[in-house]
């Protein structure tokens, strides 16, 4: 089962009982994935080969290696991690079944308790949280990030799921409270300020663990942070062994720890079972995510700047969520493009680092290739996401260039990378403008349907904003059915005199227009069509790249557009 993996990775040996061979490449650049992940802010490569005792040329080629993956992205000097990194993590839920069995639920929870809910996995001796849905229209939602390792004896849930430890378990549960007794890495949790008596940790965990199995709940009264309360019950397996746990979490102002049980029990025990029976229904089976391409070698074209044996590896774990479930060593070998030998020797490195576990003659992630982004990742909005290739369209094209969002009638401008240039357009985020008027509102009302299309226009109340605005409904219908088709448009001077832009739409996974990107510049002698000529195939390559991005961030669930 792959919930509730372990992350005490077993030794790394063949079927056959042979020691793993060693590859260091992937192993070095899962380290520098990790520490770039984790790090509040960008990092610099010397900054990484100080961190990781690496030789700055090593840390070179594996950045190098990073960036061409799309996995890390170099802004200036500074390295980041891309969207792209989010492939691992949904790798591990599309395989776990997590992805499918738990959305509805946490959805269906959300609105119900108008509370935080969030699924969580054991990851070792620690609880990994692999789901997360809010109340809608909360201003301020509670809650940590899916991604985020939380200490199983501070939060309801790791008492959930520590009544089915293994004594290895709680060996590996000692020694990481010994080595880290202030909680300092869990950054998702206020550390301590003072390491308690290890004898009570344990005394008092252990009694919580025996309270929760007997009750089959668990409550966690501002233990993991002030000022919150949390209630967890747990998913099974067929045997009974708890998987995952869904978790409640309210502020003290909104309910006391009693009122919380007495608020939510009912309803969470009742969902958790509705989660098992999806999880364990193999009646039905779930379209495989978009496949990532297989390997690709890319050695001809940045020659020794690129390491192989990384990309490799790398190709092997984003395979590895083809298929729910997992995949037999054949058909990861398949799916990733690589040969049996080299994909044996990948899997069971991963696997000895944790990152991936077997079942049998299958191989799934582990929960674990979460820690590698996830959170930092999961916050991503349409505006974060779409900036970075705004900014390099920008520069590209020497012309300023927007993102924005239909909201009714309008346009709402999200993200924007400005030219420096006397004439350009001054909009920031925020602008809100008619939608009838500008490219970027003609192509998200052409993705409406007909009679949306026509309500919104109606509701619009066209006027002339100059001489060349068009106004007549008629007339701005038959503009976006031209729109429509050419999947482009071009608007001269009709919001402001001396004006011209041009915008194509982004869309998400289902093919729906969540936004649009626009090139605006200074309407000047060259004809309308030329600008078209000149610009639109950057502008398209732009718009293709954030789709890109998007169809990871927001694999399993709608784009946040703000």
């Not at 490195?349 to 576990?357: I, S």
Request: with cysteine; proline share 8%.
């Amino acid at each position: 089962m792959a919930p509730g993996v372990s992350r005490t990775a077993p030794t790394a040996s063949a079927p056959d009982g042979s020691p793993a061979e060693a590859a260091g490449p992937l192993e070095r650049g899962l380290a520098v994935l990790r520490i770039v992940a984790d790090a509040p802010h960008s990092v610099r490569p010397g900054d990484l080969a100080r961190a990781t005792g690496l030789a700055r040329s090593t840390v070179d080629r594996i950045a190098a290696t990073l960036i061409h993956l799309d996995h890390l992205r170099a802004v200036g000097r500074d390295l980041v991690p891309a969207p792209r990194l989010m492939e691992f993590g949904n790798a591990y839920l599309h395989a776990s079944g997590m992805s499918r069995a738990l959305r509805p639920s946490l959805d269906r929870l959300a609105r119900a308790l108008d509370e935080s809910v969030s699924a969580i996995v054991p990851d070792g001796c620690d609880a990994r949280i692999v789901g997360k849905a809010v109340p809608p229209g909360r201003v301020i939602p509670l809650g940590f990030r899916v991604g985020d390792l939380l200490p199983a004896e501070r939060c309801a849930a790791g008492a959930v799921l520590a009544t089915g430890w293994r004594p290895d378990t709680y060996e590996a549960w000692r020694a990481r409270r010994a080595a880290d007794p202030l909680d300092e890495n869990f950054p998702a949790v206020p550390a301590r300020h003072a390491a308690p008596a290890p004898e009570q940790v344990e005394a008092d965990f252990s009694a919580w663990t025996a309270t929760a199995d007997a009750e089959g709940w668990a409550l966690d009264d501002q233990l993991v942070a002030p000022g919150l309360v949390a209630l967890a019950v747990p998913v099974r397996d067929p045997d009974g062994r708890p998987v995952c746990a869904i978790s409640v979490l309210a502020h003290t102002s909104r309910h006391s720890g009693e009122e919380l049980r007495e608020h939510a029990l009912a309803t969470m025990t009742e969902e958790a079972r509705r989660t098992a029976d999806e999880l364990y229904d193999t009646s039905e089976t779930t379209a495989a995510p978009p496949a990532a391409p297989a390997y690709a070698d890319a050695k001809p074209e940045l020659g020794p700047s690129f390491l192989q044996a990384l990309a490799r590896g790398l190709a092997v774990l984003t395979a590895l969520g083809r298929q729910r479930g997992g995949l037999t060593l054949a058909e990861a070998a398949e799916a990733s493009g690589l040969s049996y030998p080299s994909t044996r020797r990948n899997l069971l490195t991963l696997r000895q680092l944790g990152y991936v576990e077997q079942l049998g003659r299958r191989f799934l992630p582990s929960p674990r290739v979460l820690e590698l982004g996830y959170a930092r990742l999961s916050t991503l909005t349409l505006a974060d996401i779409a900036q970075p290739h705004l900014t390099e369209l920008a520069g590209r094209v020497r012309e300023s260039a927007s993102l924005a969002v239909l909201d009714g009638t309008e346009v709402h401008y999200v993200a924007r990378a400005a030219a420096q240039q006397i004439t350009s357009a001054r909009i920031t985020p925020g602008t809100r403008l008619p939608a009838y008027a500008t490219s970027m509102g003609r192509v998200l009302l052409a993705d409406l349907p007909g009679a949306d299309r026509r309500e919104r226009i109606d509701a619009s109340h066209p006027r002339a904003l100059t001489p060349h605005t068009l106004t007549s409904p008629d007339a701005l219908a038959a503009v976006l059915d031209r729109v429509a088709r050419e999947e482009h448009a071009l608007v001269e001077q009709e919001l402001e005199a001396g004006l011209r832009s041009l915008a194509v739409p982004v869309r998400d996974r289902d093919g729906r227009a969540v936004g649009a990107v626009n090139i605006a510049l200074h309407a000047g002698p060259e004809p309308p069509g030329h600008t078209r000529d000149a610009l639109l195939p950057a502008l398209r390559a732009c718009a293709a790249r954030i789709e890109s991005d998007l169809a990871v961030a927001f694999a399993d669930g709608p784009v946040q557009t703000g």
